[in-house]
């Protein structure tokens, strides 16, 4: 009867699935993200983002164990088009922003590139994710140009909030085939100081943004780009709630078979034999 009662009091304490964890990602070298649709006056965008390798890195006398992405946005207006390569470094811990390089060959001059460091880093993200939070991502940005008086320190102050939960289907690349897929995703709503209103959906299915929508002040809608092909593999799952109930009620059951049988064994056993006196043995 104890073995059972402990079964239950542990059942209960057991937590409850979740449709959407919103947890931190766990990505590997060579997990990568693509997408397309149209940014501003660029009716064709396309971009790639992949994990590049985890390593260490210096900045402001300060070390960090990092994950370097390499994002590749391409712009095409009719038969014109041009590719922007960023290198970027998020915190392995919390996924916090640290640093950003810009390749800008296609500017004047030639081969020019740009720096941005952020100090503290950049937290995009507040893991786990719910819905009704907020917070403001604070840093100081410093951007560093290859040409001369090109260095700014700005102030970044940016208010994210999740907003909701929302199922979006999209058609993505699996293994060379298109098909449509749910992607269970947070809202992350960010507001610029430049009053402009971000949305970007996060899904733990792919581990990072499955779709970034962008609205002017007036509500104009200024771009648009989903997932459509994308290589992540989720860490393993916890074992599943029911799973864990049934080898709960299993070890229980064999517990209390256990029980029995050795009460069922004493009462069967014969009595010691009486003393010399006629009487049985005293007793411990």
Known sequence: MSASIAAILLVGTLPSPVMASGDKPSWSVGDYWEYEGW???????????????????????????????LEQDTYSYGSLAGTVNYTLWYQ????????????????????????????????VFQFPMNVGETWTSSSNIVVNKTCTNCTLLIPSNTDREITSIV?????????????????RSFVLK????????????????????????????????????SLTSFNYAPAPAPP?????????????????????MVRIRRKTSPNPPPNQYGGLPPQP
């Open 92 to 123: 392995s811990t919390d996924l916090s922003l640290i640093r950003t390089e810009a390749d800008l060959s296609y500017m004047i001059p030639p081969n020019a590139t740009a720096t941005v460091t952020y100090d503290p880093p950049l937290p």
């Open 39 to 69: 940014v501003y006056y660029y009716p064709s965008f396309k971009q790639r983002i992949e994990v590049l390798s985890e390593e260490m890195l210096f900045q402001n006398g300060k070390s960090y164990s990092a994950f370097k992405l």
């Open 167 to 183: 199922d979006l289907a999209l058609t993505v690349n699996v293994s060379g085939q298109r098909q449509t897929q749910t992607f």
């Open 240 to 260: 599943d709630t029911i799973i864990i109930v049934i080898i709960i009620v299993i070890v229980a059951a064999a517990i209390t078979i256990i029980i029995i």
């Open 190 to 225: 960010e507001h610029e100081w430049t009053a402009s209103n971000l949305l970007h959906y996060y899904s733990d299915d792919a581990g990072f943004w499955v779709k970034h929508e962008g609205f002017a002040s007036n509500g104009t809608r200024s771009f648009e780009y």
